[in-house]
């Protein structure tokens, strides 16, 4: 069973008569405990997979099936109490709440689905594991830094021990140093707890860390790489398929 199998999915836009085809019979499987990564050009429709994926957006044909549920045949609120049970969410622009402290912010999924003030304890101690965050605890949100508020959103993501996390450019906003030690803890945390990752990524040095990286072109993932040597060799392949594919250097600054 995959953490992750969506099936000759597709989605279009309508806008002023015409349509933009944004994703064409895609197939993509994750498997469980796996981290990987996807790379596209600007406007390739990274996040608009992400999207259909996780269920924020409605696909125009096919199915995708997490940890073995049919998710895209449940009603919306079904959906909604999947997405929140079954799958985490990292953002670029992460998506804290300021008027929360650390600990409240990475809880609050467990207090909007009203579980127990010790249910939210114990898994408040589970997700200590993610690094730096036992001292932060009771600090503002307004306090961190940027690679601070990412910790905040990888622990809220694992609060409620989903089987898979889907990370929309968590490195994008953060400089090179900070990026590598939130991709440090990124792998840790899936080696820890044997949750699937899945990372929409335009930065090679971001996707390396993965074991597996896709190229999204034409709606499509219609190229991948495995990692079968260390990162530093694994960033250069990366490399080199994407001015294959069409990219080029300046892409990554």
Known sequence: MYALNAINISKSYRSQGETAVVLQNADLQIKIGEMAAIMG???????????????????????????????????????????????????????????????????LPLILDRFDVSDQEAAFEKVMKVPGIRELADRGIAELSGGQKQRVAAARALIHEPEIIFADEPSGSLDMKT????????????????????????DAYTASFCSRVLFLQNGRLESELLRQQGRAAFQKDILNMWCCLGGGQDDFT
């Open 41 to 107: 050009l600007s406007g390739s429709g990274k996040t608009t997979l992400l999207h259909v994926l996780s269920g924020v957006d409605k696909l125009d044909s096919g199915k995708v099936e997490i940890a073995g549920e049919d998710f895209t045949a449940l009603t919306s609120e079904e959906a909604a109490v999947f997405r929140r049970t079954h799958i985490g969410m990292i953002f670029q622009d992460f998506q804290l709440l300021e008027s929360l402290t650390v600990k409240e912010n990475v809880i």
């Open 179 to 202: 990026a590598r030690d939130l991709m440090l803890c990124m792998v840790q945390l899936n080696r820890q707890t044997g949750c699937s990752f899945l990372i929409v990524t335009h």
